[in-house]
């Protein structure tokens, strides 16, 4: 059985695969020689002016007001209440809305 990997542009024989990412998404396309060198001609004033990134880096996630509770404060007080709270972990949205309410 013989594969012949055909240029996604052109449809011309002898292509290969090439990888490349935008706005977080990555692709590949199977070029030939010749429009892989037209696709980094392309490129090159874009990739001279960036600067390197990783593959999998998530971007930071903005700061909420969640964030800026004061947590010993929330299990204290839902002790006191006497609600079933965990001494560790994440702090549940009903937790912290019942804590916002009687302040």
């Known amino acids: 059985m013989n594969v012949v990997v055909t240029d996604d542009i052109d449809g011309s024989d002898g292509a290969g695969p090439v ?7 990555f692709y590949e396309i199977d070029l030939t020689p010749r429009n892989k060198a037209q696709f980094a001609e392309a490129l090159a004033p874009f990739i001279a002016a960036a600067r390197r990134a990783t593959r999998n880096a998530a971007p930071r996630r903005p700061r909420t007001a969640a964030d800026r509770l ?4 929330i299990r204290a007080w839902a002790h006191e209440q006497g609600l079933s709270i965990s001494d560790r972990g994440r702090l549940s949205a009903e937790i912290i809305s019942k804590y916002r309410a009687s302040h």
């Open 19 to 25: 990888a490349f990412g935008y706005q977080n998404v």
């Open 70 to 73: 004061d947590r010993a404060a």
